[in-house]
Every structure is written in C-alpha cells, then in structure tokens.
C-alpha cells in the first residue's frame, strides 16, 4: 500500500470538510461552526463495535439467563492473526454491531488466559478463532470456526436465531428423539466431527446404508470423505476399486485426494505419531504401489515433513528443492513455508540463498507480513544485516495494516539495531 500523506477531514451526513475549510469561514462565525463541526466529528468517529462482556464466565451465563439471550463467544487467542483481523474488520461493522448488541450476550475470551483453557476444553476448541454459540445453561447451540467477514458473520448470527435452522442443539434434540432420516444423521455426523464430539452412536445407525454402490449417493459420499481413513473397511475397498465411478459424479480433484489420503496413512502416522524409519518406509511403500494419479508427488511431499522432523536438513533442503521444480504453480504461502524451515535449520549458504529467492518471488507475488518477516530472518542469518534491517521494518508496517502480531519481528530489529 503506498504512504499516503492525509489532510485532516471532518466528515458528517455526506458532508466533507477539511482544516483548511474551517480556517476559511468567516471570522464572525468561526468559533460557533468549528465548535458544532467538531462536537459532530466527535460523535461520529466513535465506530461501532460489538460490547462483550469480560467477567467470570458464571456471571456471563446468569446474565444470558436474566435477559433470555444466547450468549456468542469469541474464543481467541493473542497471537491469532484471524482473530485480530475479525476484531478490526468484522466487530466493528454498524450492521453487525446493533444486530449482535440487540439479540445475544456477547463475550470475548482468551483461551489460553483465566477460565480460557477449561472453556475451551468444555467446547472442544481446536482452531482459532472459533465462534460459540451457548445457551444460559451452558449447552452449545452452535458454532463456526475461522475469520468471517461482516456480511457472512451477521448471516450466522441470524442463522443461529432462526427457529428452522439446523443448529447443533437441535440436531442433538432430533438425533435423541429416534430421527433416522439419512440426510439428517449424516448432517448430524459431519457436525459433530466438526465441533470434536463422538460420531460413533450416530455413525452406527448411518454406516448400515453405506454399502457397495449406496456409498455413491451424496449423503454416504460425505460421510465416508470426512471420516473413513483406513484402507480394509468394506467402504474403502469399495470406493478404492472403483475410483472412476466416484470420480464421474465428483470430480477427479476431490476422488483423487481422498485416494491418495488413504494410501497416504502410513506415513502421515509415521510422521506425526514417532513412528520409526520403517514405519516410515513401509507406509510410502503402500501409496508408491497404488498406481493412483499423483503418488509420487505426494510422496516427496510427504518426504519434506518427515526430514524435517528427523532433523536432517541435507535431505530436507535437496527435497524441497526438487519439490520446487515439480511445483511450478507453488503459491507465496508455499514459498514462505519452505523458505522459514531453511531459516530454521540450514546452514549451507548456498541452499539458503536458493531459499532468499523464493521468498523475494513470494513479496513480490504477496508482500504480506509472514513472508516479508521470512524474508528479513534470511536476509540478516546470510550476513546483509542493512537490508534485514529494511525489510523487517517493511514487515512491521504491513503487519500494522493487517493487524497481525509482530512482537518477534519488532525483538529482532532491536537486536539488530543495537548490533
């Protein structure tokens, strides 16, 4: 964004006025326009925002009891981007703003300060930021994870009020009143993976439909693409010797993943489980062997991971280089990724500098604040400390504008100041 140098503006019911206007009007009237012009800046530069409330949680739910309302929460944390994205962009919307105020309880918490982390234990948050929806009794009505911006999170709110929608609480009412209907448990099912409940009692009712050719049918499809992993089920055989089949009704993209997710359990399990060098091996064995499109590659990816944590940064940078090449369309989160782990860990100046180029392609694609930061680290650990310099304050300044957390940047430029 270019830096750009603003006249100070008092703008009130469409109407612009700046300084130099006001120093224009006539003497005999300046003092009464200026007051009124600046009461009336006053008033309307306080933007709206929703009012959460920051008491003992005990406080929060009586409340919500007394007034009849839901209670929405906002389970953060400080050093989530999203979250400060949402606070600066989403809360501060008027429309949501009234909305939010008028119909429910609002509450802003920490989750990993105070009541935060048993909050968050309660609910099964995993991801920030999530958006509770809770009821004066405590129950979890509903909820949505990730940023949203204004227009989709006053659709959610409403959504939540609406007494047709299909909320969690109500689908946990219909699930124990006996509704069998396939299209509502596996509606059900997904939800209940989604918020980190137990699909099992509802997976057992569900699972019976889902054989041979049913398992086509969208409601099976769904299911089956969210929860089945391993590769002996009678589902997985089904699905795995008839590829092409799904593929037809949805997609080569999405039938093709899938399969390669499956063949890929092994090394995903030998990667993120400790799993030994044979575990590790074996496992690529499977999806080497399976002749599903896109093996290979998948492979190597997965072969990043795992030498990145053995520690063995010589077979982690020749891979990353190679999964370059075989990348062309690798987009600047990709870049910067790749580019933070040689950071990390390589030391080999040359490898590094590959690593500075794929970075600098990422700012110029995206001169967001995570790659610029990445590109600031590489450029002071290969010894250009001026230009580090120069780049960090850059990551600073974009980090302002996204209102993203900067803290470590801002350390590392202090340091390299007072080097």
Same mark, same amino acid.
């Given at each position: ?133 809770? $009821?004066?009794?405590?129950? %979890?009505?509903? *909820?949505?994870? &990730?940023?949203? /911006? @204004? #227009?989709?999170?006053? +659709? ?41 409940? $137990?699909?099992?009692?509802? %997976?057992?009712? *569900?699972?019976? &439909?889902?054989? /041979? @050719? #049913?398992?086509?049918? +969208? ?201």
């Amino acid at each position: 964004m270019d830096n750009l140098v603003f006249q100070p503006v008092i703008s009130f019911d469409g109407l612009v006025v700046t300084c130099s206007h006001i120093r224009q009007i006539r003497s005999v009237m300046k003092s009464f326009f200026t007051a009124l012009l600046l009461t009336l800046a006053v008033a309307t530069s306080v933007k709206a925002d929703i009012q959460f409330q920051h008491g003992p949680w005990q406080e929060i739910l009586a409340q919500a009891g007394k007034e009849n309302k839901l209670i929405f929460v906002d389970a953060y944390t400080s050093w989530c981007g999203p979250c400060k994205w949402m606070a600066a962009n989403t809360f501060t919307n008027d429309e949501v703003a009234t909305f939010f105020n008028a119909n429910f309880i609002n509450a802003k918490i920490d989750m990993e300060k105070g009541e935060g982390p048993d909050i968050a234990d309660k609910y099964n948050v995993r991801a920030y930021p999530t958006l509770l929806f809770v $009821s004066a009794s405590g129950e %979890l009505v509903h *909820f949505a994870i &990730g940023a949203l /911006d @204004a #227009a989709q999170f006053l +659709e959610l709110g409403k959504n939540v009020l609406d007494p047709n929608f299909a909320s969690l609480a109500k689908m946990k009412k219909q699930f124990a009143a006996g509704e069998t209907d396939r299209k509502f448990l596996s509606t059900y099912i997904l939800a209940l993976k989604e918020v980190g409940e $137990s699909t099992e009692e509802a %997976l057992n009712k *569900f699972r019976p &439909g889902m054989t /041979d @050719a #049913a398992l086509l049918e +969208e409601e099976n499809w769904v299911v089956f693409n969210a929860l089945f992993n391993k590769l002996d089920s009678e589902q997985a055989k089904y699905f795995l010797g008839h590829l092409s089949d799904f593929a037809k009704i949805y997609g080569d993209d999405q039938v093709y993943y899938k399969a390669l997710n499956m063949y890929s359990n092994g090394m995903i399990k030998a990667i993120y489980t400790g799993g030994t060098q044979e575990d590790y091996d074996a496992g690529k064995k499977i999806l080497l062997n399976s002749g599903v499109k896109g093996a290979a590659y998948r492979a190597l990816s997965y072969d990043l991971e795992w030498f990145k944590r053995q520690g063995d940064w010589d077979n982690y940078s020749k891979t990353a280089i190679e999964f370059v090449k075989q990348t062309p369309d690798i987009d600047p989160s990709g870049l910067n990724n790749l580019a933070w782990s040689f950071y990390e860990g390589v030391d080999d100046q040359k490898m590094l500098k590959t690593a500075l180029k794929w970075i600098t392609k990422a700012c110029e694609e995206e001169p967001g604040y995570a790659s610029l930061d990445t590109k600031a680290m590489l450029l002071h650990k290969l010894g250009r400390k001026d230009d580090a310099i120069e780049v960090a304050r850059e990551a600073i300044e974009a980090a302002k504008i996204s209102g993203e957390p900067y803290e470590a940047t801002q350390e590392a430029l202090d340091l390299w100041l007072a080097e």
